[in-house]
């Protein structure tokens, strides 16, 4: 079985080798300048590193994600991967394993380019002045912990949504991805307006540490979930593919 699951995974990288290699070659080149536009605006507050590099990174996470099932776009591909000797799961695997843990092992490497490149710019900008690196270090009243957390189950949320969006509607699925949590947000905001209008909570007790804890926690069971139904959908192709 893991044997299939690691011909499954070499597989997926040999078909799609250059678009991994031109993938990671733009985002390279979007963090570079990312660090550079950084260093040349003189942000020295760690938190706007954080906020402004994750933003980047959460967008390149979302669409690399939305191409992993790009095979399924046309009946060629999608006989050819529903029909290669493994099953639905290792094949699933191996997409998941790439497009989730090895991508965030590269934006995480990708992150520490962007700082590498801002501390080695900012003398040029700043007479010679050095820059300090970017610490994970907060004080309790900050909520610092919370926020990475935050941006992290943020990120890995909208990457399982369009990892979701990529089986759903292979077919330009990063824009269909887009214009679903438009609509969403539209109806969630429409939603929650009229909550807050004609029910009153005590808000004393939403403190903020709970409220990011608790988004947190959101963000980590929508991820489980919508994972669990890009699976089942990869699954579902499978079965009408051999009952027609």
């Known amino acids: 079985i893991f044997l299939l699951y690691l011909l499954s995974l070499n597989k997926f990288l040999a078909e799609n080798r250059r678009s991994l290699i031109l993938s990671v070659a733009g985002l390279i080149a979007l963090i570079i300048f990312v660090g550079f536009i950084n260093a040349y605006t003189s942000s020295d507050i760690h938190a706007t590193h954080l906020l402004s590099i994750s933003f980047y990174l959460g967008i390149f996470a979302c669409v690399r994600t939305s191409l992993m099932f790009s095979s399924m776009k046309s ?18 695997a191996a997409r998941w394993t790439v497009n989730v843990p090895v991508q965030l092992l590269v934006l995480f490497a990708a992150f520490w380019v962007a700082e590498i490149t801002r501390v080695s710019l900012w003398p040029l900008f700043n007479d010679g002045a050095t820059a300090d690196w970017f610490a994970f270090t907060y004080s309790e009243e900050d909520h610092g912990q919370y926020l990475i957390g935050l941006i992290f189950s943020s990120i890995l949320a909208a990457q399982a949504f369009f990892g979701f969006g990529a089986i759903a509607w292979p077919r330009m699925s990063a824009l269909r991805s887009i214009i679903a949590l438009w609509l969403i947000g539209i109806v969630f905001g429409i939603t929650s307006g009229y909550v807050l209008m004609h029910y009153h909570f005590n808000w004393p007790l939403f403190s903020a540490e709970r409220l990011l804890m608790t988004t947190i926690i959101c963000n980590i069971v929508f991820t489980i979930i919508l994972w669990g139904l890009a699976y089942l959908r990869f699954k579902e192709s499978d079965v009408i593919d051999r009952l027609f």
């Open 75 to 92: 009946p060629r591909g999608r006989i050819s991967t529903l029909m290669s000797p493994a099953s639905i799961w290792q094949k699933f």
